[in-house]
């Protein structure tokens, strides 16, 4: 049977992934709707050699859509500790549910239906799509975005909404008929380990010879990045307050927000307002120890926080019946979600507690 016929550009990408692209990544072994899903969300915004841990662990807790809806959030959220950007856990959540309900068990097929499900866009339908049900597709992810706009030389901010457009019309324009799934694939993995973006191995690229940016030497300016300020800083007092039975306190933050739902450290504007939730709550802090400031960074500012570790007595008095708070006890699994910065900190404690 000949083989289906592929355009100069479709078959030096397919060419190139038979032999260099990644065929043996966890979520590949199987490749199912479910498994395609979980992995794509995990990758927004996370390098693949982080995921590959996080992804084994989810599916050894969660190892099809109906067990994941059962779950309680707190047990999806603690499983996604460290991997920063929580609301891709909450919104795998809430589509489990959803497609529990409205679509017997089973992820949907068609993209216009999946991008309906909170936390699915028009680039990961489009990879459920192809890489989990094997239909023609197009993707636009981060790294599909720098091929298309490096070799086709488009110019601007691929955030922008002209040049958005003019990137899909050309991922839709180029996504083959047959082998949607390997080409998909291979265009991930050209970026993700080709075109890369910064020291590109334009070398090694299959599409090296009809590349614009590397025919004009500007892969360093293609794409253009966005033109941003310097991201604005707050600051804050994280309250590590420790029992005498080396438990810390911890309480859930609100629903809404930044770390939504994770367990954090009492956080407070300065020593005055620490204060008076000290004498709001009858507590009485046996000795205050700053620790050195330190900062964490999220996508759109910077969180400078200093940790206070305050000893407090026994007869936790107002703080025991505060709604939402638990004493966690140093040392012990931490089986729920808490930010980075709180994992880090509850095991500096265990050592200097």
């Known amino acids: 049977m000949a083989s289906p016929p592929f355009s100069a550009f479709q078959q030096a990408v397919l060419d190139w992934f038979d032999l260099e692209g990644r065929h043996d990544l966890p979520w590949q072994r199987p490749r199912t ?46 499983l996604w500790s460290g991997l920063g950007y929580y609301s891709r856990a909450r919104n795998l ?104 973006r910064s020291r590109p191995a334009c070398a090694d690229c299959p599409l090296a010879g009809t590349c614009v940016a590397r025919r004009q030497g500007r892969q360093t300016e293609l794409p253009a990045p966005r033109r941003t300020g310097p991201a604005p800083v707050r600051s804050t007092l994280m309250l590590l307050m420790v029992d005498p039975d080396r438990r810390v306190r911890l309480q859930k933050r609100p629903p809404a927000g930044i770390w939504a739902n994770l367990w954090a450290f009492p956080e407070f504007d300065g020593l005055e307002e620490l204060n008076a939730w000290f004498a709001l709550h009858g507590i ?40 939402q708070g638990l004493w966690h006890p140093l040392g012990a699994e931490i089986g729920f979600g808490v930010p980075a910065p709180v994992r880090r900190l509850l095991h500096e404690l265990e050592r200097v507690i």
């Open 33 to 78: 709707p479910y498994r395609v899903w979980i992995s794509e969300v995990m990758l927004q915004q996370t390098q693949v050699a982080t995921v590959i841990g996080y992804f084994e662990r989810f599916m050894r807790h969660f190892p099809r859509l109906a067990v994941l809806a059962e779950a309680d959030l707190d047990e999806v959220l603690a």
């Open 93 to 196: 959540h809430r589509t489990a549910r959803i497609v529990t309900e409205r679509h017997a068990g089973e992820l949907p097929a068609d993209p216009a239906v999946l991008t309906t499900l909170p936390g699915i866009g028009r680039s990961t339908a489009g990879a459920i799509s192809s890489l989990g049900f094997d239909r023609r597709a197009a993707i636009l992810d981060g790294n599909v975005r720098r091929v298309l706009a490096r070799c086709h030389g488009v110019e601007g901010w691929p955030g922008a909404s002209k040049v958005e457009k003019e990137l899909w019309r050309l991922s839709e324009e180029l996504t083959p008929s047959t082998r949607c799934a390997d080409y998909n694939q291979a265009m991930m993995d050209l970026g993700a380990t080709v075109c890369t």
């Open 284 to 323: 009485h802090a046996h000795r205050l120890e700053p620790l050195p400031p330190r900062r964490h960074t999220f996508s759109h500012f910077h969180l400078d926080y200093t940790p206070v570790i305050v000893h407090c007595g026994v007869g936790h008095t107002g703080v025991e019946e505060a709604a």
